[in-house]
């Protein structure tokens, strides 16, 4: 299965793709992942692509693609992939669509208001990329990744400020994607409001229709 996970931030992609990428067994391909740790690591991505990401905006499209192609092209991801956080403009779709298929594109969508709450209370595990929420999804024990045990983090940009513009950002940006996936067929609309598992099923259940309707 080769999926693109659409929706505005918050809207539970990374929440969604962990657990779908577990459910099918392929991998969960983050950008926002791939370039923070490129930002801890300090390496010549994450110097170029710091400034963009702390002020709400996007990292410039020829290096997300070089990223994001790079990562596709290793073993794991010939069988498949649940893409999150790619492609984010009308430039990457169409360079996605020159180095791979895709079986569909889900979109994710939810109130703005909800979306404001679910990144403010956001917590991360800085050494695997699990994600929390201080009363909607909390660890086990305060503060700490039920995982791996390492002390969780908040995101640079989850501050309010930043996250209305990452709000911004999406909807001028991202959004328009929604008709291009649509216009292709590809676009699998679900309603990202309810209990984490709740979603879950909502889209493993659209998954099975758009296979079905696609003769698979
Ligand atoms: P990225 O990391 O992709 O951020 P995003 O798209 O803004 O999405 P988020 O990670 O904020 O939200 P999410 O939808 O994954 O929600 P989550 O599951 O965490 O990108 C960060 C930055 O990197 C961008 O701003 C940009 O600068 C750059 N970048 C990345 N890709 C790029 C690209 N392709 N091109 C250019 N630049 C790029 O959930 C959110 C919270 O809600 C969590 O606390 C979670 O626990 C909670 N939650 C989830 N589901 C539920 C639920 N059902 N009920 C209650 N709480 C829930």
Redesign the pocket.
């Known amino acids: 299965m080769r999926l693109v996970l659409l929706?505005?931030?918050?809207?539970?992609?990374?929440?969604?793709?962990t657990k779908l990428a577990a459910y099918l067994g392929v991998p969960h391909v983050?950008?926002?992942?791939i370039?923070?740790h490129n930002v801890t690591a300090r390496s010549e991505l994450g110097k170029k692509?710091k400034a963009?990401?702390d002020a709400?905006?996007?990292?410039?499209?020829d290096l997300?693609i070089a990223m994001?192609e790079r990562r596709l092209k290793e073993p794991d991801a010939k069988k498949g992939f649940i893409l999150?956080?790619?492609?984010?403009?009308l430039a990457?779709a169409e360079a996605l669509s020159k180095f791979t298929k895709l079986d569909a594109a889900v979109n994710?969508f939810l109130e703005p208001e909800e979306l404001i709450k679910?990144?403010t209370?956001?917590?991360?595990c800085p050494k695997d990329d699990t994600?929390?929420?201080i009363f909607?999804?909390p660890p086990k024990k305060s503060g700490i990744c039920d995982k791996c045990g390492t002390p969780l983090i908040i995101?640079d940009?989850?501050r309010e400020d930043v996250v209305r513009t990452?709000i911004e950002?999406?909807e001028s940006q991202t959004a328009p994607l929604i008709k291009y996936y649509r216009d292709r067929g590809l676009l699998r609309e679900v309603y990202?409001?309810?209990?984490?598992q709740?979603?879950f099923l909502r889209t493993i259940e659209v998954l099975k229709e758009s296979a079905q309707s696609r003769g698979r």
């Open positions: 929706g505005p931030p918050g809207a539970g992609k990374g929440t969604q793709a983050s950008t926002g992942d370039l923070r692509a963009y990401m709400g905006g996007l990292v410039p499209d997300v994001t999150d956080g790619f492609p984010r403009t990457q994710l679910r990144n209370g956001r917590r991360v994600v929390y929420h909607m999804n995101r940009d989850d990452r950002t999406y990202a409001s309810g209990l984490i709740e979603i």
